[in-house]
Each structure stands twice: as C-alpha cells, then as structure tokens.
C-alpha cells in the first residue's frame, strides 16, 4: 500500500517509523515531512494547510490510505477532501474535528451531556469578559476558542495577568481570530493526565497513558511550551481512575459526538486533571498529542496500520490492540531561547545505533547534512522494564546527540519516579 502522512513535526515521524514496521506499507509519503523524516518516507513539499494540493498529490500518485495527524489541516477539512477523492483516511472529518477546533464547542458539549469539567463561561465581548474577572479572582484559566499552536491557554495567576490574557486575545488580536471568543474557567488542581486513545464512533480503546512537561525550565518553571518531554504510563493513572473516566468521560464523549451528527473517527486525545472531586477534561484534542506520541507508539505491539485501518472501517472492536507493560520516557532537545526566539541552522549528530529512538522535530537537509530547524529540534526515547530505567537511558541517550545551540530539561519524569517511589 502506497501511505500518506501529513504533517511536518516529531509526532509524526513517531508514526512513520510505526507505520514502516507494518508488512501493509510499501511506499510512505510525508507532506511536508521535515529533514529527519526523510530517513524514513519521501517528504514532498507540500504544505499541511494546502488542502487541495495534498488532495490532488493523493489522487495522481494513487494514495491507497492517509493519516492525517496535525491538528490544523484536520480542522480546516483534509480528511473530507481526501474521502471526495476516494482516499480513506484516519482522522476526524471536519464536522468531528470541532470538538478541539473550538473550545467554546467542547466546553458546551460537555455541559450538555454532563461530562466532568472545570465550570466555565464564554464571552465574545471584551469589556463584558473584564467585568467577569473582577468577581472571579486568580487563579484563573483564559483559553483562546480557536487553535493557537498550543499557545492559546493563559493560566493566570494574578489578576492582572488575567486582564492581560483576555485583552491580548480579544483586543491585540494576539492569536488573531482563535482568539475573537475565549472561554474563562475555574482554575483546577491536581495530577494532569493525557490519554491518547483509538474510536471509531462505536468503541473506544484508550492507549497507554502519559505525563507531559509543558514548562520550558527545570520544576516546571518558564514559559509553555509545545512540551519538553513525556513518560508513559503515567504513575497516577491507576486502573481504579482509568475504569472511571472510560465510565464517565471517554464512552460519554463518544456517544455525545454521535448525538450531534458528529461521529468521531481517529485519535480522541483526553487532557485530564485528578481532582479531589474525580478526574475531569481540561481539553480535547482531535489527535495525537505531540510529545505524548514519542511514549505511547514505541510501547504499541499491535500493527499501527492495521489498528488505523480498523478505526477507519468501523471495525475497531475486531482489531487486536496491545501495548507493552514497559515504561518509556522522551527528553526533548530545543534550541537554546524556545519558545521565544532561537538560532537555527546547527548541525545535528545522532549515533546510528539510536537513530531509531530519536524522533525529529525540526530539521532540514542542506548539502546533505542534517541542520536544526525549529524550537523543539528532535525527541529523544528510550524504553525500559522501569520508569527509572527508562529515564536513564533516555539522558544517557541525550549526551550522545549533539547540535550547538541545545538544551532540555533535567528532570523529565522526575515527579512521576516520585510518585512511583523511585521505581
């Protein structure tokens, strides 16, 4: 079968690498794919945003099955163009993939249906969001309604920070039209979880959970990030709570999707916080979560093809999906100065021997050597018995890549080891 990936960044090198080991996948296409990806499918230089001309490459080079796995072009309706063409894909179509595109959606959809989430309310007028805020003091979360690459939640701590978050977004135009409408909530406390998981509208099969590290410093200090790394599973995801949010959130989930003539088909990503008064959704995502899937794939048994083909047909609930009981950690590699502004252009170095579990982010190929090219650069992953181990290996992998110009955080799945008791 001739494969097509769209998207450029580590996430989706993490699935191509996947994809490859299936015996279903003769040919893979990456649009636009990046420097590192070229390694493994043949990038072709066509914007994950450019709708009609992924749709016309797929049509005129006889794409037999896509994955659509940024969360913009899934938005803006690639997975309905490439079905006009007759391509079947993996990914919601764009009537499903609101349920991230819009947070005003989810957080309505989640009242109306009665899943557990912080309270909230939404405002398309400034002035009316400002007077809000004076009778509801920080801590408190302002969310652009719109995609805003990762950037669009403000958790305010003070007051003024949350009059500055709603005025950058609603009057500077700071996300330009994500963030016209915002959503303020209540701020919540407690473990944050994310869980990846496959539906198909009929069934929903949650993959091995995992920890993300948003904070660009070391103890979660410094600017958001897109995530500086990530361990799975995540230690406070027991299986008591994981029985109460397949009960309560993500079978729930499904079925409201299906109510509202929305059937969601593809990767469902539940942004979870363990709460004193149970866990509740913080966001939605319509696909893989990046760096989460650095953790979760390496630890999947099962053909990820076949698994997508499934979800795909509607047949999820035939398909065998496995995931390994090991641990598996991913450091990433920024470049010095993300998420505000860096140098790039820097040689990259990976050993071959771990090339395998370095997954790239940003890249580019210039006169046949690999240069930095983006914030987050690459993804460092190692697996083990142990989330100690695992984490181990994964810093004793990092000092063996090399590009000028690099850092990472220290203690990636420290707080989880914690949790775990050092194990």
Not at 135 to 156: E, S, T, W
Not at 165 to 178: L, P
Not at 301 to 306: K, Q
């Amino acid at each position: 079968m001739k494969i097509m990936v769209v998207g450029s960044g580590g996430r989706e090198h993490a699935i191509i690498k996947k994809i490859k080991l299936s015996p279903l996948a003769e040919k893979i296409y990456a649009l636009p794919g990046n420097g590192g990806i070229a390694a493994d499918a043949e990038c072709i230089p066509i914007k994950a945003t450019d709708i009609e001309g992924i749709a016309r490459f797929a049509k005129e080079n006889a794409v037999d099955y896509a994955v659509v796995s940024m969360d913009d072009p899934l938005i803006l309706g690639c997975v309905d163009a490439l079905n006009a063409e007759g391509i079947p894909c993996f990914g919601p179509v764009k009537d499903a993939a609101i349920i991230e595109g819009s947070k005003i959606f989810s957080k309505t959809l989640m009242k109306k249906y009665g899943i557990p989430t912080a309270e909230y309310e939404t405002f398309t007028d400034c002035a009316e969001a400002l007077r809000y805020l004076k009778g509801h003091p920080a801590p408190i979360v302002i969310k652009a309604d719109g995609p805003a690459l990762g950037k669009g939640v403000i958790i305010a701590q003070t007051d003024k920070e949350a009059r500055d978050a709603v005025i950058s977004m609603m009057e500077d135009k700071k996300f330009g039209e994500s963030g016209t409408k915002v959503v303020i909530e209540e701020f919540l406390t407690g473990p944050e979880v994310s869980v990846l998981s496959f539906t198909d509208g009929n069934v929903v099969i949650p993959m091995v959970s995992s920890m993300d590290h948003k904070r660009a410093l070391d103890n979660d200090e410094g600017l958001n990030t897109g995530g500086m790394g990530t361990v799975a599973p995540n230690p406070y995801y027991t299986p008591e709570i994981a029985a109460e949010c397949m009960e309560k959130i993500f079978i729930p989930t499904m079925k409201a999707m299906n109510a509202e003539g929305r059937t969601f088909r593809g990767c469902l990503y539940f942004g979870l916080m363990l709460t004193e008064k149970g866990p509740k959704v913080i966001e939605y995502n319509c696909r893989f979560g990046d760096p989460e899937t650095q953790v979760v794939l390496p630890l999947m048994e099962s053909d990820l093809l076949d698994v997508m083909m499934h979800v795909t047909e509607g047949t999820l609930s035939e398909c065998d999906v496995r995931f390994s009981d090991d641990s598996c950690c991913c450091v990433v590699m920024a470049s010095e100065g993300y998420p505000v502004s860096y140098e790039k252009g820097f040689e990259i170095t990976i050993p071959e021997d771990i090339s395998e579990d370095v997954f790239i982010a940003g890249a580019k190929i210039s006169d046949g050597r690999l240069l930095s090219d983006g914030g987050r650069v690459l993804g460092v992953t190692a697996r083990d018995a142990t989330l100690a181990g695992a984490i181990e290996k994964a810093y004793a992998r990092v000092k063996r890549v090399s590009f000028a110009n690099a850092f990472w955080r220290n203690d990636i799945g420290a707080r989880a080891l914690k949790a775990k008791g050092g194990k």
